[in-house]
């Protein structure tokens, strides 16, 4: 049994249902998300111009200007203002490295996931999985969508890291 894809793959869920609850109902409260995804994996649909500013990586917010949020059992898609240029993003969910609600101090790290083709010539070990919590401290977090911070930015000491690797059979 792979219970570490079983994890991940309700874990991943857990993202999903909160940006389809998003996509219908808006963000209650003071909610906001921040989704950390890798611009290069498989069916990632950005402008050329953010995948070069982002060759690697790159983190949305999800606060207060975003439109058109829509949510697949695989993907999920949203217009954001960059530099006050709409640009609509498609995000394969196993692409998402990362994903917070600050004002919950919520969050998931996922550990790389390989594309589909690489995936059944990769090696028989399962995806380490790591949860975290978020940063405490707001004035570290990202002003808005226009400058999406890159998830190595975020400053130590936000919360245990809790991995589960010491569940494993070696």
């Known amino acids: 049994m792979r219970y570490d894809k079983m994890v991940e793959t309700a874990l991943r869920g857990v993202v999903r249902e909160a940006l389809a609850g998003a996509a219908k109902q808006g963000l209650p409260g003071n909610h906001h998300f921040y989704v950390t995804f890798k611009t290069r994996f498989p069916g990632v649909g950005i402008a050329d111009y953010l995948a070069a500013r982002y060759p690697d990586e790159m983190t949305i917010v999800l606060e207060h200007q975003f439109w058109d949020l ?49 995936a059944a010539e990769a090696k028989k070990d399962g995806p380490k999985l790591r949860l975290a919590e978020t940063r405490t ?31 494993r059979k070696k």
Request: charge should be negative.
């Open 137 to 167: 401290n707001e004035a570290d977090l990202p002003a808005s969508t226009a400058e999406p911070a890159k998830a190595e930015e975020k400053k130590p000491g936000g919360g245990e890291v809790v991995t589960l690797d010491q569940f």
């Open 70 to 118: 829509s949510v697949e059992d695989a993907r999920f898609s949203v217009t954001l203002s960059f530099s006050n240029k709409p640009e609509r993003l498609t995000v394969p969910f196993a692409a998402v490295t990362a994903f917070a609600d600050p004002s919950v101090k919520f969050g998931l790290q996922f550990q790389e996931t390989e594309a589909p083709a690489e």
